[in-house]
């Protein structure tokens, strides 16, 4: 069945519950009475709290808020609030209230969602309301600071904090709850930042009322500073890292977003009732206002991928907002690999795994960018987002969208150079801020580092010094087992590989090509998606081992580097001259070791999933060993530093750490040795049943 015929006939007027539709949409309209804006602002502009707080019912004596009741009593000072607004100039809003916002530290924002006010119910209003409830988010976090030690990751959990409580006041935090921190409340927030409200459905007098308290909430924290004599300190904000490995699709052009609003009215992936937002995030992207436009992209981007959740795993109630005490169906459980109810979740096959593995690269490995989780929680400048990341954002929404098409219609975009080469980029997609990923980056970074190693040339009376101090050490007993080593571990090279590692019968170190058997091994693709614990565990010791030798590469490259400066500049004393000659031994052994242990560690990423296969015995003795070859590491590193400069004991070490490499090769227990075991068995297996077949016909 085609993608597109899937959601034929796309009749939702709505993605909210009865519940939420009428907790938003109907509650705060019932009470038609006229409010006084001057009980609400004195003439000098301070906000009378009470008037406000009063307005809050509460439900039976430990049930908390009655949230219901409390939007109604809201609703005419929200609607009263907005028409002021509305009546006011620029010039006397920001004059009135420009100060009370200073203390969200990013106080230019809410003079932006003072113009916006005059939408009707629109995209612009909704977006006001994202970015607001994301810096309330980040400036109470860092008014909590001020009394607690570690801020709640959760906007419910800072609202009830005590901290806050004791600065704004109960009450205060309770009228927060009503509009932004509860799910039995508006839960404004939520419903925005997760893509359930069409922006038909978000009254602007929210709006209103929000920046109202914002200001509010400004004059409130002002006497407390003032009387407790502290300031108020805000965090840095975070600079999205990995950006440059994400971007794999070029820049968007005119005419990719040309094509984009094209495919919007075509594609099912879009619900009809929200293409403002994604016409709005085309605006957005051409003034070029980058956190905007993501921010319209990733809530579409999960409304759209609910719709296809809910249609793949046949739960089309999924589609609508989840009553108070029910979960959301968010990013967490449409990207996830099963169901809540522990069924498999069809949208990762549907997808494929390159949709699948940007979409977590994007939102939830901890090492990329994860753009919702810190635009929505206002860690991010908004002023300062990056393009590119809007760019890639934009690009593979559109390659999505497409998937969702007529056939006939689909064929008549792929015409286009630019949307073809979009479609071919996202199917050769792989994950890039996955550990796997990481750890292929930090070899090869490791292997170039080593490469360059100024190992510069001696006098001729020094070097004959050297050799005679080489030939009595225990490096050649190193260099024997790095062979050893080198030639059982070549057998487990990819065949397209064997050729690098082409091995004679002489008792010499082997010369391998190590930049192009380490990169050649590194564009094996490994699976990434929803890898089991044990994977990520040994994961986890390979990179920490890969860390420990590019601290080794990074500390001998600049040893060497002094020493070198210092001999030439005849400023060595004579033990320093000695110990120079031991560094220099030292290093020809390292860098072969070094070499050899890169090696070990791309074979092994490159036959990570095999250790799902051993049982808890023999992982365990496998996880140990691994930690024997990081303890070496991690003593090379002290070994090597210039404040120690053991360069005779990381001889000694590294004989005894390549004996252990050795004898567990020797047990055939290394994941690359099962690996081809396994192939063996299937091929053995394939090759009986083409021979049963023959006989039979």
């Known amino acids: 069945m085609l993608l597109f015929q899937i959601f034929i006939g796309d009749h939702i007027t709505t993605c909210l519950s009865p519940s939420v539709y009428d907790m938003i949409c109907t509650a705060g309209f019932e009470i038609r009475e006229n409010c006084d804006i001057h009980t609400i602002i004195t003439q000098n502009g301070d906000i009378r709290w009470e008037v406000i707080t009063d307005c809050v019912t509460y439900a039976e004596p430990g049930q908390g808020l009655d949230y219901r009741g409390s939007v109604r009593l809201l609703g005419p000072v929200c609607e009263v609030v907005h028409l002021h607004f509305l009546t006011l100039t620029k010039e ?24 916006a006010l005059e939408s009707l119910p629109s995209p612009t209003v909704s977006l006001s309301i994202m970015k607001m409830a994301s810096c309330l988010e980040r400036a109470l976090g860092d008014v909590f600071l001020l009394i607690g030690k570690k801020c709640p990751f959760l906007l419910r959990d800072l609202l009830a904090s005590e901290e806050l409580a004791q600065v704004f006041g109960h009450s205060v935090m309770d009228v927060l709850k009503v509009f932004i921190g509860s799910p039995h409340g508006l839960n404004l927030r939520n419903i925005l930042w997760h893509g359930f409200a069409s922006p038909q459905e978000i009254p602007p007098k929210y709006c209103s009322m929000l920046l109202l308290l914002m200001a509010g909430l400004g004059q409130l924290l002002k006497g407390f500073l003032q009387q407790t004599e502290v300031a108020l300190v805000h965090r840095p904000f975070v600079t999205l890292t990995n950006l440059e490995d994400l971007m794999v699709f070029p820049g968007v052009t005119y005419e990719i977003l040309s094509v984009l609003k094209e495919v919007m009215t075509k594609s099912t992936f879009m619900l009809k009732i929200m293409l403002p937002y994604w016409e709005m995030a085309l605006v957005k992207f051409r003034s070029h206002r980058f956190a905007d436009c993501t921010m319209l992209l990733l809530t579409q981007l999960e409304m759209g991928l609910r719709k296809v959740f809910a249609a793949i795993n046949h739960c089309p109630d999924r589609l609508l907002t989840a009553e108070s005490t029910a979960l959301y169906t968010t990013f967490d459980e449409i990207l996830s690999k099963h169901l809540r109810d522990g ?23 901890q090492e990329g960018p994860r753009l919702r989780d810190r635009l929505s929680h206002g860690e991010i400048n908004l002023l300062e987002f990056p393009e590119a990341a809007a760019s890639q954002l934009l690009s593979f929404s559109l390659v999505l969208s497409l998937r969702f098409m007529d056939e006939e219609v689909l064929s008549m975009f792929k015409e286009e150079a630019a949307i073809n080469l979009l479609i071919r980029l996202a199917g050769d997609y792989s994950s890039r801020c996955h550990p796997v990923f990481r750890l292929k980056k930090q070899v090869l970074s490791c292997e170039e580092s080593i490469r360059i190693w100024p190992l510069l040339s001696l006098p001729e009376e020094l070097g004959q010094e050297s050799a005679r101090l080489e030939r009595n050490s225990e490096a050649y007993a190193c260099y024997s087992l790095i062979t050893k080593i080198l030639r059982e571990l070549c057998r487990h090279v990819p065949e397209n590989l064997c050729a690098l590692c082409a091995m004679g019968d002489t008792g010499a170190l082997p010369t391998v090509p190590w930049p192009r058997l380490l990169s050649g091994l590194c564009c094996t693709r490994i699976s990434t998606l ?53 560094m220099l031994n030292s290093t020809r052994l390292l860098s072969p070791v070094l070499y050899l242990i890169l090696f070990f560690i791309v074979l092994e990423l490159v036959s990570i999933h095999i250790v799902c296969g051993k049982d808890a015995h023999e992982y365990q003795k496998y996880l140990k060993f691994l930690k024997s070859v990081l303890q070496y590491a991690e003593n090379l590193v002290a070994y090597t530093s210039q404040e120690k400069n053991k360069w005779n004991e990381t001889i000694i070490l590294t004989h005894a750490a390549l004996l252990k490499i050795w004898t567990f090769s020797e047990t055939k227990q290394m994941l690359t040795h099962l690996a081809k075991r396994e192939l063996e068995v299937q091929q053995s297996c394939e090759k009986t049943c083409k021979s049963v077949v023959t006989k039979n016909t």
């Not at 979740?345 to 690269?361: K, R, V």
């Not at 986890?540 to 040893?559: F, M, P, T």
């Not at 060497?560 to 004579?574: A, D, F, G, I």
């Open 530 to 582: 929803f890898c089991p614990r044990v994977v990520l565990e040994v994961l986890a010791v390979l990179r920490s081992i890969g860390s420990q030798c590019q601290r080794v590469s990074s500390q001998v490259a600049a040893s060497l580097k002094l020493r070198h400066r210092q001999w030439v500049e005849r400023s060595l004393r004579s033990r320093q001259r000695q110990n120079y000659l031991h």
């Open 92 to 115: 006397q809003f920001e004059i009135q209230y420009a100060p009370w916002f200073q203390w969200t530290n990013f106080p230019e924002l809410f003079l932006e969602i003072f113009d």
């Open 343 to 365: 069924r498999v979740n069809q949208l990762p096959l549907l997808l494929g795994e390159p949709a699948m593995e940007f979409l977590w690269d994007l939102l939830n490995h």
